[in-house]
C-alpha cells in the first residue's frame, strides 16, 4: 500500500482507540502526526471527543493544530499529560526509537519524559531488527563551537552531516540550534552506551535515541493489517 495510506491508518487507530475526553495530550510532529492531528480535529469538531488541549512539540504542529481547532496549552501550565502520540523513524523489538527526523528532538523528549503514557504511529518501513539500520541519527548541538562535535561524533563509528536547509544554510531547530545527522554504517551496537556518551557531551542538547519511553506502537502494515506492540509483549494484529 500507499505509504501515507499506511501512515494515516495508524493514526486514525490510535486516535480513536487510545485519546478519551478530558485528555491533555503531548501532539507530536512529522509526517504521520500530521493525520493523527486532522482525525483529532475532525472529532472535535463533530462532538465525539470534548475537552481536550494539546501540548505542540514543534511550531508547524502549533500552527497546524490551531488551524485544526485543537485547543493547546503551554507544557508548564499542564499538571500532567494524559498520553503523547508522536511518530518515529525507527523502532526496534524493544520498542526504543530514533527520532528527529522532523528536527523536533528536544522539544518532543521533553514532553516524552512527562507523557504517563507515549504511543507511536507509523507504517510497517520503520520496524528494524536494530537501531541506525535504515536512519540516521539525529544530534542537536548549540551553535556555539558547532564544528568541535565533528572529529568526536566521527570517534563514535558514525559519519556526522550537518542538515542543511534547500539553501544550503544550517538547519535551525526551534530552539535555534544546529542538528548533526549521523549514519552508522552497521548500525548502532549498543544504543545505551551511545547515550550515555551524547549525554556526557557539552554542547550536545539532545540526540534522537528514545530508549524506553514508548509504551504503545500502532504500526500500519497492509489494508487489514495494523499491528499493536506493547512493550515487553508481542504484537496484536487488528483490522
Known amino acids: 500500500m500507499d505509504p501515507e495510506t499506511l501512515k494515516q491508518k495508524a493514526a486514525h487507530y490510535a486516535v480513536d482507540?487510545?485519546?478519551?475526553?478530558?485528555?491533555?495530550?503531548?501532539?507530536?510532529?512529522g509526517s504521520t502526526v500530521k493525520y493523527a492531528l486532522e482525525r483529532l480535529g475532525t472529532?472535535?469538531?463533530?462532538?465525539?471527543?470534548n475537552?481536550?488541549?494539546?501540548?505542540?512539540?514543534?511550531?508547524?504542529?502549533?500552527?497546524?493544530?490551531?488551524?485544526?481547532?485543537?485547543?493547546l496549552i503551554a507544557l508548564e501550565e499542564a499538571p500532567g499529560l494524559d498520553l503523547y502520540i508522536d511518530g518515529a523513524d525507527e523502532i526496534d523489538p524493544r520498542l526504543d526509537l530514533i527520532k528527529g527526523l522532523g528536527g523536533a528532538l528536544l522539544r518532543e523528549k521533553i514532553v516524552a519524559s512527562v507523557a504517563r503514557r507515549m504511543v507511536v504511529i507509523a507504517d510497517g518501513r520503520k520496524l528494524v531488527d536494530h537501531l541506525g539500520q535504515r536512519a540516521p541519527l539525529p544530534v542537536e548541538v548549540v551553535p556555539f563551537g558547532w564544528t568541535i562535535h565533528v572529529d568526536w561524533l566521527a570517534a563514535l563509528g558514525c559519519t556526522p552531516v550537518l542538515r542543511r536547509q534547500a539553501d544550503g544554510t544550517p538547519f535551525i531547530t526551534d530552539n535555534?540550534?544546529?542538528?548533526?545527522d549521523c549514519t552508522f554504517p552497521e548500525g548502532i551496537p549498543a544504543?545505551?552506551?551511545?547515550?550515555a556518551r551524547l549525554n556526557a557531551r557539552p554542547g550536545i542538547v539532545e540526540h534522537g535515541l528514545f530508549l524506553g519511553y514508548a509504551h504503545v506502537a500502532v504500526v500500519a502494515?497492509?489494508?487489514?493489517?495494523?499491528?499493536?506492540?506493547?512493550?515487553?509483549?508481542?504484537p496484536t494484529a487488528s483490522a
Open 51 to 71: 475537552r481536550i488541549a494539546g501540548v505542540p512539540t514543534s511550531e508547524r504542529t502549533a500552527r497546524l493544530s490551531r488551524r485544526l481547532g485543537i485547543p
Open 221 to 234: 502494515c497492509g489494508e487489514d493489517d495494523v499491528r499493536v506492540y506493547r512493550r515487553d509483549t508481542s
Open 43 to 49: 472529532h472535535l469538531r463533530s462532538g465525539r471527543l
Open 191 to 195: 544504543p545505551r552506551e551511545l547515550q
Open 176 to 180: 535555534g540550534n544546529y542538528i548533526y
Open 17 to 29: 482507540t487510545f485519546v478519551q475526553d478530558g485528555m491533555t495530550l503531548g501532539l507530536g510532529t
